[in-house]
């Protein structure tokens, strides 16, 4: 199964700079533990200490929100998943 996974610009530090990953997985869940299995950096980034995502990081499945109970959504061949960080100021 294929399954893509883009890395926010700000996380690429995480992943040696590569901007879209094969990943493995059932659900999306699943797939960002595959990417943390491989880059660790990834989970602070994404997580916090409880392991709950963090308030700034918006996951999308093939380009469509997939809050609520994200990393709980099934994954099929040829998905792409998003991770974005919500950014604000002024």
Do not use: W
């Not at 990943?23 to 960002?32: D, N, Y």
């Not at 959504?73 to 998905?79: A, H, L, N």
Request: aromatic fraction near 4%.
């Amino acid at each position: 199964m294929s399954i893509s996974i883009n890395i926010h610009k700000t996380h690429r530090e995480h992943t040696d700079d590569q901007e879209t990953l094969e990943v493995a997985g059932q659900t999306i869940g699943e797939c960002v533990e595959d990417l943390i299995d491989r880059y660790p950096g990834m989970k602070s980034a994404v997580f916090d200490a409880k392991g709950k995502l963090l308030s700034q990081i918006e996951i999308y499945l093939n380009m469509e929100s997939a809050y609520p109970d994200e990393l709980k959504k099934p994954v099929k061949d040829g998905d792409e998943i998003h991770i974005v960080v919500m950014l604000a100021g002024g």
